[in-house]
């Protein structure tokens, strides 16, 4: 397993932006696809954005289509999420978690960081 640490977060007024970063060490971070989640009070965990392990594919969930970009980094083992036109509803804690296949799902998770959106 790869473990892994977020960074970046904070409260950002609606409109604003935000990067999140996600350290990873151990195990080889370029083996890994690597995806975003976040989850609200009282909702489920949402899959927002996901980058493959070379970073030529990325895939997002429509509430964040055209705001959010995921990255990669794999000579700094780090992944990113780039977050423009915040809105209220975008607050949650962001979780980056690694997968080595499809297969076996994302069992690497790192702590979280509270994004909070002010209206």
């Known amino acids: 397993q790869v473990q892994l640490v977020e960074s970046g977060g904070g409260l950002v007024e609606a409109g604003g932006s935000l990067r999140l970063s996600c350290a990873a060490s151990?195990?080889?971070?370029?083996?890994?696809?690597m995806g975003w989640f976040r989850q609200a009070p009282g909702k489920e965990r949402e899959l927002v954005g996901l980058?493959?392990?070379?970073?030529?594919?990325?895939s997002y969930s429509d509430s964040v289509k055209g705001r959010f970009t995921v990255s990669r980094d794999n000579a700094k083992n780090t992944v990113y999420l780039q977050m423009n036109s915040l809105k209220p509803e975008d607050t949650a804690v962001y979780y980056c978690?690694?997968?080595?296949?499809?297969?076996?799902?994302?069992?690497?998770w790192g702590q979280g960081t509270q994004v909070t959106v002010s209206s």
């Open positions: 980058i493959s392990r070379s970073g030529v594919s990325t």
């Open positions: 151990g195990r080889t971070f370029s083996s890994y696809d």
């Open positions: 978690a690694a997968r080595a296949s499809a297969y076996y799902g994302f069992n690497s």
